[in-house]
């Protein structure tokens, strides 16, 4: 198996074309790996509940440093079933950020409970703690902090604010696999925390999937029964749930990848860094930072520019792949208007989102497609 994590030697014509997430390129490098391990789920005819989904738990566990993983359908059913682990549901307020995947939010309405959105930090727009106690109501039941594009949100501030407050806390690790934060992965902080495993996340299945890590045998124990019909027993059903398993397929893909998951993320933050070189000197470009003690994994890398719509339309029209994560702050969306909020509560995210700009990030992002992308960036700025 290659380790090299990037070969500074290739050239890249400008007309080749460039993916925003090469899932090609990771295939290549672990095919064997994962064909092996599929071969063998399909040969055990394991599909629901094999040996392969409690490997996979237990590694992933492990690699967490908790004491407990549970493998279900997907993140968002991990934040979901989370929730209700922990006994939110109708007639409570969870705390959530503005700016986030729509995902975060909706978790909290499919439990039955409700969204009190907080503006970010204008720097990492990550959630803002200072903001908590003022939305706190005597419904509140928890905060669910996001740790946004590969960094985890202040969990010091934050925890301090659940514990004064008596709320309990959910992290959503949607997008932060190996992110640490003075060297406590997500799942340490909260009563658990909820990763997705959708094919372009930094460990992604082949297909949807996801997990909650904990600390608390309780709280896995509680996922688990919800995630199966509210059954640890066949037939035995004492409470209802809902089928969001992770099947064995996906976990057989997760356990081979994972072996790589720690050289994918140091080679994210190598192309971070060349980025964030290349960039110093472009006019107008603010680029990403990383909290203080914390390890970013760079799931994405976002900075800010002017003109953001014309600079996006540019770039694509010249065969660069950006995005936008998100272009709509979540009490905004169409799917939350029924919710007593409108444009300008929260200012920060709002600003944010007219003005991010996600470019091509993933671990085998070449340098030559570095250059080419900040070349197509500085011409639209300059
Ligand atoms: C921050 C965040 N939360 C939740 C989710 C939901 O995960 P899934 O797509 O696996 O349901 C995502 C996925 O993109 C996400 O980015």
Not at 205 to 215: E, F, P, Q, S, V
Not at 291 to 310: Q, S
């Amino acid at each position: 198996m290659s380790t090299t994590l990037s070969d500074p030697e290739e050239s890249t014509t400008p007309a080749e074309p460039m993916a925003f997430v090469d899932l090609g390129a990771q295939h290549a490098e672990i095919s064997e790996q994962v064909f092996e391990a599929m071969n063998r789920v399909i040969q055990d005819n394991s599909f629901v509940d094999g040996s392969a989904v409690g490997s996979f738990e237990d590694a992933w566990a492990r690699y967490c440093g908790v004491a407990r993983a549970v493998g279900v359908a997907s993140g968002t059913d991990a934040l979901e079933l989370s929730l209700r682990a922990i006994g939110v549901g109708p007639g409570d307020e969870v705390i959530v950020p503005a700016n986030s995947f729509i995902a975060s939010a909706g978790a909290v309405m499919r439990a039955g409970a409700c969204p009190r959105f907080i503006d970010c930090d204008p720097i990492h727009l990550l959630m803002d703690p200072t903001q908590i106690a003022s939305v706190v109501t005597p419904r509140t039941a928890a905060i669910m902090p996001v740790h946004l594009y590969g960094q985890l949100a202040p969990m010091d501030e934050i925890c301090r604010a659940a514990e004064t407050l008596g709320l309990a806390v959910v992290e959503d690790a949607a997008q932060a696999h190996g992110a640490s934060q003075g060297g406590q992965r997500a799942g340490n902080w909260g009563a658990a925390a909820a990763f997705s495993f959708y094919p372009g996340k930094n460990l992604g299945a082949y297909g949807d999937g996801g997990a909650i890590a904990t600390r608390s045998e309780q709280v896995a124990y509680c996922i688990e029964a919800l995630g199966n019909h509210g059954s640890h027993a066949r037939y035995e059903h004492p409470t209802l749930g809902f089928n969001s398993r992770l099947d064995s397929l996906q976990a057989a893909v997760l356990s081979a990848k994972l072996a790589r998951l720690d050289h994918w993320n140091r080679a994210r933050r190598a192309a971070a860094d060349r980025y964030d070189e290349m960039l110093a000197d472009v006019p107008g470009v603010i680029r990403p930072s990383t909290g203080e003690a914390n390890e970013h994994v760079w799931h994405l890398y976002v900075v800010r520019v002017p003109e953001r719509d014309r600079v996006l339309a540019a770039l694509q029209a010249s065969g660069i792949p950006v995005a936008i994560h998100y272009p709509t702050p979540i009490h905004l969306t169409g799917a939350f208007a029924h919710l007593p909020y409108a444009a300008g509560d929260f200012p920060i995210a709002e600003k944010a989102a007219d003005e991010i700009l996600s470019l091509p990030m993933h671990p085998h992002l070449r340098v030559s497609q570095q250059e080419r992308v900040v070349e197509a960036l500085s011409a639209v700025l300059t």
